[in-house]
């Protein structure tokens, strides 16, 4: 077994990385502190923090990837079918979801379901020929007929309903637990230390939201042992399975997408509006140009040409997990670099009005460096807007993902994406009985992710916009 | 013939009350803003209302048009308006009493005026609201209007926008909106706060004519006690929510009764001892400074002509002493002051800078003669050593201190950039806490943001910035516009302290006349990028030559005018 590290994997560790470096200097600086204690106190924003911190842990599960050698101890035949599905590169997430990746069906099945969505011919030991719903291999086969399906889920759901109690109690001790510690374990000096009912987080949103999660995600993950609970797609796979996948994705190109767009605009914006002149001019002139061509079809065309590049050049790749990996990280580069402009605008405005203040003055009176000044007193008053603006993005560039992908010019099409599941669902959608769960599946979760940032981008707009304060 | 009438009214003991303010008091969160006061103001009067700023007297005012913010709760008292009780009336009432019968004139006319609409088509909507005139006759009515309140061509303005006008002119304006329908009572906020001081004199001596002419009582916000003294008959102070004294306003100059009154009044009251002429060497030589800034126009950014900030100005700074540059606003005051930082390119002309080596400093040895140094053709690199010889203080404490930085980390910026003292942290920190005490700050303060502090105390933190480099010549951008008249006091004499203790030089610009004989040795006037006058404080200021300085003097209103 040996790590194998995609370029996107990279770069989200890395980005990882800034993150808790980031939140290192928000705990250092008191100002700051107190603004996102602000923006949490919201119990909207807290749960949307936690909704879209666990789609963050999947996305990150996802993103170590090995390369798995089979065992050669293993002998039964059991597992010697499960190691061809074996071969290839996989991630941590396809390790703890095992089950979910294997047991694949022989075509479309609906959730919980314990036969076939469509039938097929059969032939009995005297040859004749009739129609079927074939039993699944494994959705629903430990069903022995004294229990109807509904029954069989309603008592396999205490088992997660449990779970989840005791994980949350759990949590919770080690959370009081902590508050204790920190009084140094002096229980009069603990009650005296708890905050006012105001300075408090709202815990009981929080609670409520990590107590949901966690029942059902311990729900899908226990009755897919069992059963297929989002149903099966068109070659038997879990839609689950897919759509956890496609988690990743998602998750990658909402936030590499700024990390391509962020320098870009930072660097150029505060160019723009603090150095003026021909530098403002030249840096107009692009964004200008950049933004009248469609952006559409600037990706489109960008996303072929490199599609003819991949196929001429098929020696470059180890794998296709590779190939996928370089399409993404493309597609990453391209939405970067067309989503600039708006806070590049933005920066440049706001560069030219702080640049006229005061203490600007002062520090060119004090001889300081054209870098310094910019380092020191203007990009951080700026930092607020940059913040607003990646948080409101984030939730568009999940969208643009899905639109993209069902053009056809977005991830490649063995990627485990949204848009791909509803570019598949649009023929699914015409067929007759109509095949929706996997639809459903890609909808639901992508809303989640979407309703769950633009809840977070609307809290964090309202406390860190200095004009809604007045 | 005016003063006749004022005294008429004054003795006229009968003279009926229009409006009168009962036990008015105004909580936020349970702490009161305003704390049961009381006043009346009769017929044809002008009752000012002075105190600093949050103080209340704005929110009193808005409590009389009944336009408070909702967070703001009126819980007792009451307000006559001819008998009738202004809180008890309906909404759709009231309405009819604003504008109709109290009209109110803002502080700042630029905001006042919407920016789309013709000026003459903004009174004529209020007169078509509240009089119910028909379109010719609201126009002819606004024209008559527009002659009374003084703005020359009165039909042709009609049509113009609000950026078409001067500021004096938007004023006017805002006051024919505010006569059109004839009220009883006028509310001027703070009307000439933001206007130079021979509009300033234009609009006051307007607002006494119009008083004169209708019979107009004028509640008269201001904070400004030499205008209290032209403008008021009776006179209210305000502070933190109280009134703390009500008196006829020569009862009122004469013989001040609470000790914060006597306070304002004398901070107030300019200091008429003169300055001792000191000789001393020249610190600063400006030559014929000229600063021009190009007009560009068209699609290749042609220059078609220049805009004359400064043209050809001289002047001279001696170690030691102040220099006041006195000019209303657009006179190009500032532009000198960026440009001897080099802030603004000089187009001709030279900025020279003497080399004096200090008494005893290690300068001494490597420059011992004294040398004239142009600052104008100076690169930034060589600029430098001279950058902590130079320093500046801002106007606008709020905008001067970067909010994102602590005390410590604004005022050790210069020190390092500029290399002066020790490179160690811990003297600097020493430093800057001498410096913190130096302006009257706490050691303490060093680890906080500029939010946490008030204006004055920002303003002692910007004076702190610039002394950390010890610099010669600070360059004061009107330090003390911003400020209330008892902090004012306080900062002029802070920087008097400092300049006798370190021998600074200052380089005093501002627009406040009042203030002049406190602070400054020699006093040069300006006027559209010229010095007009220039000279010793006393010899300008007493015997003025030029008619510039003249109009100057004769528009600032003065606290002692001969009233009786």
Known sequence: ?470 | MKKDILMKELTDQEASIVLSVQNLTVLVNDSPLINNISFSIRGGEIFALVGESGSGKSLTSLAIMRLLPEALRVTSGTILLDQQDLFQMPEFQMQKVRGKQIAMIFQEPMTSLNPVMKVGEQVAEVLRVHLKLSGSNAKNKVISLFDEVGIPEAKTRYDWYPHQLSGGQKQRVMIAMALACEPDVLIADEPTTALDVTIQAQVLKLLKEIRDKRGLSILFITHDMAVVNEMADHVAVMKQGEIVEQAEKHEFFRNPQHPYTQKLLKDAIPSHSFKPEIDSKTLLQLTDLKVHFPIKKGLFQRTVGYVKAVDGVTLEIKKGQTLALVGESGSGKSTIGQAILKLVDSTSGSVCFSNIPKKGGEDQTENPLEQSIDLTHLTEKQMKPFRKKVQVIFQDPFSALNPRMTIDEIIREGMVSLHVGSGNKVDQDQRIEELLEQVGLLPEHKKRYPHEFSGGQRQRIGIARALAVEPELIICDEPTSALDVTVRAQVLSLLEDLQQKYQLSFLFITHDLSIIPAIAHQVAVMKEGKIVEQGSVEQVMHSPKHDYTKALLSSAPKIFSDFI
Request: a neutral charge; glycine letters at 6%; hydrophobic letters at 50%.
């Open chain 1, 1 to 470: 077994m040996s790590f194998v590290w995609l370029w996107t994997d990279i770069l989200v560790w890395t980005l990882v990385l800034v993150l808790i470096g980031a939140v290192r200097s928000i705990r250092r600086s008191e100002h700051v502190r107190k603004q996102w204690f602000h923006i949490l106190k919201s119990p909207i924003a807290m749960s949307a923090a936690i909704i879209l911190s666990v789609y963050l842990l999947f996305a990150l599960l996802d993103s170590v990837h090995f390369q798995y050698t089979p065992s050669s101890t293993s002998s039964s035949s059991e597992s010697s079918t499960v190691s061809v599905h074996d071969q290839g590169v996989l991630s941590l997430l396809d390790v703890i979801l095992p089950h979910l990746r294997t047991q694949t069906e022989r075509t479309y099945s609906a959730p919980f379901a314990t036969h076939e969505y469509s039938s097929s011919l059969s032939y009995d030991e005297s040859g004749s020929v009739f129609q079927v719903y074939r039993p699944l291999k494994f959705g629903g086969q430990h069903l022995t007929g004294k229990h109807s399906t509904l029954d069989d889920v309603m008592v396999k759901t205490a088992v997660p309903f449990l779970f989840s109690c005791v994980f949350i109690a759990i949590i919770f001790t080690i959370h009081l637990g902590w508050g204790f510690l920190q009084t140094r374990g002096n229980y009069i000096d603990y009650y005296e230390n708890q905050p006012k009912p105001e300075d408090e987080l709202p815990w009981g949103a929080a609670y409520l939201t990590l107590f949901l999660l966690v029942f059902l995600f311990s729900w899908f993950y226990y009755l897919s042992h069992f059963y297929h609970v989002l149903g099966t797609d068109k070659v038997g796979q879990d839609v689950l399975y897919q759509a956890i996948k496609s988690i990743r994705t998602g998750v990658l190109i909402g936030l590499l997408t700024t990390l391509v767009m962020l320098p870009l605009a930072l660097i150029l914006g505060i160019s723009a509006g603090y150095f003026k002149g021909w530098v403002d001019d030249v840096i107009q002139y692009l964004y200008t140009t950049l933004n009248s061509i469609p952006g559409v079809l600037l990706i489109a065309a960008a996303v072929l040409m490199m599609q003819v590049i991949i196929s001429n050049n098929s020696g470059w790749f180890g794998s296709t997990e590779e190939r996928a990996d370089l399409r993404l990280l493309f597609l990453i580069f391209i939405l970067g670099l067309t989503s600039w402009t708006g806070l590049c605008r933005l920066l440049r405005a706001e560069t030219l009005k702080i640049s006229q203040v005061e203490y600007v003055t002062a520090a060119k009176s004090f001889g300081l460096s054209p870098f310094r000044i910019i380092q020191k007193h203007i990009t951080p008053n700026l930092m607020h807007l940059v913040l607003i603006a990646l948080v409101l993005d984030f939730s568009g560039l999940v969208l643009a993902e899905a639109v993209l992908s069902y053009v056809g010019v977005g991830v490649d099409p063995t990627t485990a994406s949204w848009g791909n599941m509803i570019n598949q669902a649009r023929l699914e959608m015409a067929r007759e009985p109509m095949v929706w769960w996997s639809l459903f599946s890609a909808f639901a979760f992508m809303f989640t992710l979407v309703l769950a940032a633009n809840l977070f981008s609307d809290r964090v707009q309202t406390v860190l916009d200095p004009r809604r304060n007045n």
